[in-house]
Each structure stands twice: as structure tokens, then as C-alpha cells.
């Protein structure tokens, strides 16, 4: 783990993700303490961060009439809708305060503008604005990728399969992830890894 051509990519550990969060995933706390020691025997460590305007147009509350999880169209393409999350400089968007924040080489925040959401570490939801993270691994010489964090079906995803279409050799560690599931997306995201050739680490999936 300690390759310098390799990189450890944490997606989006942040409060209102975990219990007690605006848009808690099941079971987020539990993988903090392994991450952490994941990011001590690391040689590059980044770590991403949604960074939200209060007025994000992601949020159900910034359309009238519809709900969290409801999903519409976009001018980029099909859009979820979300509870107010991470908004910038509050609590929620802290990350967890047990997290090695302090070993990290790179934070990427994601989502600061307010008509596009990004789940990608390395662009928003229009596929084509990068968030500049290829380039800093490319100039680290940086070829291997293994991706953990949150949300395995939404940001985990758009992270690993844009790394892949990058030309980089993708892990993705469901040990060290946890899933929303909303209509079967955990399952439907697993198989598009793996579909991509990412590697998908345990082999067999049990749980989110």
C-alpha cells in the first residue's frame, strides 16, 4: 500500500452522512476506524468533500412540490433530489471527527456550484467539468486507485467508473464503503463496476 504509484481515495466521510446526519447512510460510522489505518499505511491519501450552497439545486426543498429520493430532469440528465446536505462551512459538511483529515495530501470539494451536483471525485454531474483531480494524480505519477467511502451506489461509483474511462487501475473495497440502496441501485452500481473492470473487493457481496 505504501506503492508510490498508488493513491487512497475516501469519498465524502463527512457528519451529515453518518447517524445523526441530514442524509445518514446506514452504517457509515463503522468504517472509519479501518479507513483510518487504510490511510496509515498509504502513500497518497485524498479526500473528497460535498460543498454545497444552502440553495443547491440538488435539494428537494429548492423544488416545490417534490421530495427527497424523487428523481427529475436536469439540463445534464436525471437528477435525485436530496435532503438539504453539506452546506458549506456547517457541521454537516465536516468530515467525521475521528477521520486522519490531517494525513490527507489532497481534499477535493465537489458540488460548490449551485445547478450542477457532482457525486464524481473527478467531475460533476455533466460528465465533462473536471474537479482537477486527473491531473494532480497524472503529475503524481499516480496509476493505481483504491476508492472507499460513501456513497458506494451514488459518489463511490461516479468516482470509480470515471477513474476507470481515465486509463487508472481501479479498487474499489465494499469493506471500507456503505450503500444508500434506493430501488436496488447498490446491486445495479456493483455490477456496473465490475461490468467496467473495476475490481470490487470482496468478490461476493453480502450486505451494503
Not at 42 to 58: E, F, G, K, R, V
Not at 75 to 81: A, D, N, T
Request: net charge negative; aromatic share 8%; hydrophobic share 40%.
Amino acid at each position: 500500500m505504501s506503492d508510490t504509484h498508488h493513491a487512497l481515495i475516501v469519498i465524502d466521510l463527512q457528519n451529515d452522512f453518518c447517524p445523526g446526519g441530514s442524509l445518514a447512510v446506514q452504517g457509515a460510522h463503522q468504517i472509519v476506524d479501518s479507513i483510518n489505518q487504510r490511510i496509515l499505511k498509504s502513500n497518497c491519501i485524498i479526500l473528497t468533500q460535498d460543498w454545497h450552497p444552502a440553495d443547491h439545486s440538488s435539494f428537494a426543498s429548492q423544488h416545490a412540490q417534490h421530495d427527497p429520493f424523487q428523481i427529475i430532469e436536469m439540463p445534464y440528465g436525471s437528477q435525485v433530489l436530496w435532503s438539504d446536505h453539506c452546506v458549506m462551512g456547517t457541521h454537516g459538511a465536516a468530515f467525521h471527527n475521528e477521520l486522519l483529515v490531517d494525513h490527507a495530501d489532497l481534499i477535493i470539494r465537489k458540488g460548490f456550484r449551485r445547478h450542477i451536483d457532482s457525486y464524481s471525485a473527478f467531475f460533476e454531474n455533466d460528465r465533462t467539468t473536471p474537479t482537477g483531480l486527473e491531473g494532480y494524480l497524472h503529475t503524481r505519477k499516480i496509476e493505481h486507485l483504491t476508492i472507499v467511502g460513501l456513497a458506494t451506489d451514488f459518489c463511490v461509483q461516479y468516482s470509480a467508473l470515471d477513474a476507470k474511462k481515465l486509463g487508472f487501475n481501479v479498487t474499489v473495497d465494499l469493506n471500507l464503503c456503505r450503500g444508500i440502496d434506493i430501488n436496488n441501485s447498490l446491486n445495479e452500481a456493483i455490477t456496473a463496476m465490475r461490468s467496467s473492470g473495476v475490481i470490487v473487493n470482496p468478490a461476493t457481496h453480502i450486505g451494503s
